[in-house]
């Protein structure tokens, strides 16, 4: 079992920055496949990003192409999300997923990941 923690979220003005962190305490997560997601209220689960394991392969959503990078740090075992030049349209819980293999075409589909964080939640409001 995988237990994943997010953290960084918060309340950003338009056009700021927040930077998520997706961790597994106990778990050494170089080996899997993590996937960024987010839920806004009233609306399903929106893959926005991906990295692979080995050869740290991303993906992202065009909704937030150009303004959010995923990246991983395998020293400090820690997943990031950083995103700039937010929106209020980028509100919602955003949750980090892991598996130990995530078919390249499908990783913006949840059913692709087998562990789930329990979110953060990310406000973006003036």
């Known amino acids: 079992q995988v237990q994943l923690v997010e953290s960084g979220g918060g309340l950003v003005q338009p056009g700021g920055s927040l930077r998520l962190s997706c961790v597994a305490p106990?778990?050494?997560?170089?080996?899997?496949?993590i996937g960024w997601f987010r839920q806004a209220p009233g609306k399903g689960r929106e893959g926005i990003s991906f990295?692979?394991?080995?050869?740290?392969?991303?993906n992202y959503a065009d909704s937030v192409k150009g303004r959010f990078t995923v990246s991983r740090d395998n020293a400090k075992k820690t997943v990031y999300l950083q995103m700039n030049s937010l929106k209020p349209g980028d509100t919602a819980v955003y949750y980090c997923a892991a598996d130990l293999m995530v078919h390249g075409d499908r990783w913006s589909f949840p059913d692709e990941y087998l562990f789930w964080g329990q979110g953060t939640q990310v406000t973006v409001s003036a």
């Open positions: 990295i692979s394991s080995f050869d740290r392969t991303t």
């Open positions: 106990g778990t050494d997560l170089d080996a899997y496949f």
